[in-house]
């Protein structure tokens, strides 16, 4: 049984574990859905790294098109979906990035050809062909060839603080459950939506 009664969190925190047990592949896979200045919406697949009563954070390229998107307009959304399980949830906030320490630390426990990736993609821009990815990447591996691998100014990451946080469990006939949190000055509100 859903206890609305519990923090949101440790709720989260069952559920991944429940995927990570039962080897749904990529069970940290969430969808980010950005909005552009123009006000055309985007989405695309980040990974979850970390989170904690603060918010949810993910990695990448401060200068991609979410970044551009999340420094116009830092109101984003998260959905994990585990569809083997027929549970996901969906996080509405605000986007702000991590520290420099945090990036830092992150990024070094990244696999070394990741760390050149960082330096080598211009996420986002336009390339004349995949080559040149691959020629950029070993510019970079003989410039960094014997020494660690620092991370580009451009490269960190960002953790969004929560404003609504819906958990969603697929029922047959369509008689789904959603509960929902909503945070507010004293702490969080609770309901539940028909599905």
Request: charged share 20%; net charge neutral; with cysteine.
């Amino acid at each position: 049984m859903f206890d609305l009664n519990l923090d949101p969190y440790q709720h989260f925190d069952r559920l991944m574990k429940e995927a990570v047990a039962l080897k749904i592949p990529e069970a940290n896979a969430m969808s980010l859905s950005t909005v552009s200045q123009e006000g055309m919406p985007s989405a695309r697949i980040v990974y979850l790294k970390e989170v904690s009563s603060q918010g949810f954070v993910f990695y990448g390229n401060y200068e991609s098109h979410k970044g551009r998107d999340i420094e116009n307009n830092p109101n984003v959304c998260l959905n994990f979906y585990w569809p083997a399980i027929w549970q996901q949830v969906r996080i509405t906030g605000v986007a702000s990035k991590v520290s420099a320490a945090e990036s830092d630390a992150y990024f070094s426990t990244r696999p070394r050809l990741s760390q050149i990736g960082a330096w080598a993609s211009n996420q986002s821009e336009v390339i004349p062909e995949y080559n040149h990815l691959a020629l950029r990447v070993e510019e970079f591996e003989k410039q960094f060839e014997g020494q660690a691998v620092p991370r580009p100014r451009h490269w960190g990451g960002w953790q969004v603080e929560p404003h609504e946080i819906e958990f969603w469990f697929g029922l047959t006939g369509r008689l789904h459950q959603r509960y929902i949190y909503q945070k507010s000055s004293s702490g969080w509100k609770t309901f539940m939506r028909s599905p």
